[in-house]
């Protein structure tokens, strides 16, 4: 029993590693400029928990292999000390190891989120409610108009609470359901909810972000690929999270003007 057990662990274990070096469920392509520092990161944590997850696995088989026999002649064998100073040493070994990729991941995290946007970035206004995600522009003007969370009304096509009748700045503010952005410009998203937490993940951006109700949540970055992409709700949001999407073009700068002028008339 012990030698067919041994034998599956160490089946299981080749197998489910062979799919992660054959890359049969893998990342989609990148899309942002920062994208190929996060696909290192991964690939370095991968390699780092991968050569310890095969390494004890092969060891526990093995140890299981030797430990089978229950003849009344065995040799019990024990190890130096007993058991404690083997579960210190894998307690140290394993808690320096989560330690140094912390150290090496939070410099690819720092580069996306503790470095200050582009000055010349394109800001896009991003409110989450359930289960819908709106992108406001700022319009001809540039700016933004105030939010008035009272005037909130999804029914007369207001998610946002604007008062174009008293806030000038709001008149020419562009909102819409599909978040368009031109191939190599920086763009600031300012995300707010109304009132769950949701996410905005984009796979292809390598961008994944929680949006907090009560917190004006800056992210900014640059893609780099024309495209239509998926944006997606990753936070459990209620009875129509599972619907939470909308999508991403990426376009020429050219084609960009002339959606944004097509939108603002
Ligand atoms: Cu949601």
Redesign the pocket.
């Known amino acids: 029993m012990g030698k067919l057990f041994a034998a599956v662990v160490t089946v299981i274990t080749l197998v489910s590693t062979g799919i992660f070096i054959m890359r049969v469920w893998w990342l989609p392509q990148i899309i942002s400029a920062h994208g190929a520092s996060i696909d290192r990161q991964i690939m370095e944590t991968m390699i780092a928990a991968g050569v310890l997850f095969v390494s004890s696995q092969l060891l526990l088989s093995l140890f299981v292999w030797q430990s089978s026999d229950t003849s009344r002649q065995r040799k019990i064998k024990t190890f130096p000390g007993g058991a404690t100073p083997m579960v210190i040493f894998a307690v140290v070994l394993v808690g320096l190891e989560v330690l140094a990729m912390t150290f090496v991941g939070s410099k690819v995290w720092a580069s996306v989120y503790m470095t200050p946007p582009d000055p010349d970035s394109m800001v896009i206004d991003l409110q989450?409610g359930?289960?819908a995600f709106y992108f406001r522009y700022a319009g001809p003007d540039g700016k933004f108009g105030t939010l008035h969370p009272d005037k909130i009304n999804e029914g007369n096509q207001n998610p946002y609470g604007l008062d174009p009748a008293n806030d000038i700045a709001s008149r020419d503010d562009i909102v819409v359901g599909t978040m368009t952005i031109p191939v190599n410009k920086p763009i600031l998203l300012t995300m707010h909810s109304k009132d769950?937490t949701?996410?905005f993940y984009v796979p292809e951006l390598r961008i994944q972000q929680d949006i907090v109700p009560g917190m004006l949540i800056p992210l900014h970055f640059t893609a780099t690929k024309t495209g239509r992409f998926e944006i997606v709700?990753t936070?459990l949001?209620?009875l129509g999270?599972y619907n939470?999407r909308a999508f991403l073009e990426v376009v020429p700068q050219d084609q960009f003007d002339q959606w944004l002028k097509t939108q603002s008339q």
């Open positions: 989450t359930q289960f769950v949701h996410s709700c936070q949001c209620g999270h939470m």
